[in-house]
């Protein structure tokens, strides 16, 4: 089924992810210590919380429910100022990000369980709960990527949490692209990108018209919507 998306604007980049078929907001967790894994990590803008103009720092620090569990369902240990690195898994994302902020966290990590798809994250949705009481901005990050983070936990890891995800250069989607010449009906096959939801999937596609325009963005198959 064909679904269309009409923008009028001047400059038009999107970024469209297979995960649940919808728009997911990526956002950059850099790592600005230790020296050995520092570098940028992408992941997905919960669907609760602030999704723009945030900027937070601070050091990762897992919660513990006094058993030794890092789920997050319950925390008693203080993570007052931290930014909290909580597993999925067991208790819904906004029970996870409800009790960080409780807790005093100044940001919430989500590290993705998902083994088998291990390069994947996916937009948390905030179930029955009110998404306007999260004041914290809550991140997934891959399951590889936590992984190598959390390896480094006892040498203090400091993070910067920005919605600012890759920028692509003109013709480049991900790891592959597609370039667009001008107006027209363009088919692209399917593109892996690491940063895509349930299979991994997603595509760049930037449009800029020289004058105030209407672009038209289509998909079909397995479809946004």
Request: hydrophobic residues 40%.
């Amino acid at each position: 089924m064909l679904k269309s998306y009409i923008f009028k604007l001047l400059a038009f980049t999107a970024f469209l992810a297979a995960a649940n078929y919808s728009f997911a907001q990526l956002a950059t967790v850099k790592v600005d210590a230790p020296a050995n894994i520092a570098g940028d990590y992408y992941g997905k803008i919960a669907g609760f919380g602030p999704a723009d103009a945030f900027s937070v720092s601070g050091t990762l620090a897992q919660p513990d429910d006094g058993m030794g569990s890092t789920l997050g369902c319950t925390i008693t240990n203080d993570i007052s100022g931290k930014v909290a690195l909580i597993d999925r898994g067991t208790c819904g994302f906004y029970v996870k990000a409800t009790n960080a902020q409780a807790a005093g966290a100044i940001a919430l990590v989500v590290c993705n369980n998902a083994v088998a798809n291990p390069y994947t994250s996916i937009v948390m949705g905030a179930g029955t709960g009110d998404p306007a009481l999260i004041t914290i901005p809550s991140v997934m990050l891959s399951y590889n990527d936590c992984v190598k983070i959390k390896a480094e936990l006892a040498n203090g890891v400091t993070v910067t949490i920005s919605p600012d995800g890759p920028i692509p250069a003109a013709g480049e989607a991900c790891e592959t692209a597609t370039v667009v010449p001008g107006p027209g009906t363009y088919t692209t096959p399917d593109m892996v990108s690491g940063l895509g939801g349930y299979a991994g999937h997603g595509a760049w596609f930037s449009y800029t018209p020289a004058a105030n325009t209407l672009a038209t963005v289509s998909s079909c198959g397995g479809g946004i919507n």
